[in-house]
Each structure stands twice: as structure tokens, then as C-alpha cells.
Nanobody, 126 residues
Framework: QVQLVESGGGLVQAGGSLRLSCAAS????????MGWFRQAPGKEREFVAT????????YYADSVKGRFTISRDNAKNTLYLQMNNLKPEDTAVYYC???????????????????WGQGTQVTVSS
């Protein structure tokens, strides 16, 4: 079992920045990839970014590439998402997720993730 708790969401104006954190506890030694997903009102949950355990490999959705940066601190069991130049269309509930799978090729798919946090709201005003 792995427990994930997100924090850092809030209300920000367009062009602003936020840093999300996700604290992991439990069987963290077995966690491989970790990712961020988001769900906007009336839409399905979508992939945002993912990072492998080594922190060498990262992958981003085209919509956030160049604006968001994913990172993780394995010593602190914490995942981060630095979000810059935020846009109103970034408004959503952001979820972190953890995977036990050694596969990297499917790291942007929700089905690969075994544990999910409860989410943190990010609202970007225009």
C-alpha cells in the first residue's frame, strides 16, 4: 500500500506560478514511475507529466511542455510539479499517482498507476 497526499494548489492569475507537492508514504521502496494527472470540470482525467524512479526520464503532455517541470526527491518520498506561465485552461483538480510497474512505455496511461492521491484544486483566473 502507498498513500499519496497532494498539496500546493490554489487560485492564481494567468501567467502566474504554483508548485504542487505529493508526499508518499507506505511501500515507497516499490514505487517506480510517478505521475501527475488532471481533471477539468466536465472532462475526463488526462495525463500531465511523469517521471521514473531514477529521475532521468520524464515525459510531458504537449499542452504543458515548456511550462511545467516534474521532479521527485526519493529521499523525501515527495513528487513535485512546478507550473509556470499558467493559463485558464490549466484549471483542474490535479492528482498524483504512483506505479509499481517497471514499464516506462506506458507511463502516460492511467491504467499503469496503482495508487492515487485525493487531488488538489488549481484555479487560474484570466
Amino acid at each position: 500500500q502507498v498513500q499519496l497526499v497532494e498539496s500546493g494548489g490554489g487560485l492564481v492569475q494567468a501567467g502566474g506560478s504554483l508548485r504542487l507537492s505529493c508526499a508518499a508514504s507506505g511501500r515507497t521502496v516499490s514505487v517506480r514511475a510517478m505521475g501527475w494527472f488532471r481533471q477539468a470540470p466536465g472532462k475526463e482525467r488526462e495525463f500531465v507529466a511523469t517521471i521514473d524512479r531514477s529521475t532521468i526520464n520524464t515525459y510531458y503532455a504537449d499542452s504543458v511542455k515548456g511550462r511545467f517541470t516534474i521532479s521527485r526527491d526519493n529521499a523525501k518520498n515527495t513528487l513535485y510539479l512546478q507550473m509556470n506561465n499558467l493559463k485558464p485552461e490549466d484549471t483542474a483538480v490535479y492528482y498524483c499517482a504512483a506505479s509499481f510497474s517497471p514499464s516506462w512505455s506506458a507511463a502516460m496511461t492511467q491504467r499503469m498507476y496503482d495508487y492515487w492521491g485525493q487531488g488538489t484544486q488549481v484555479t487560474v483566473s484570466s
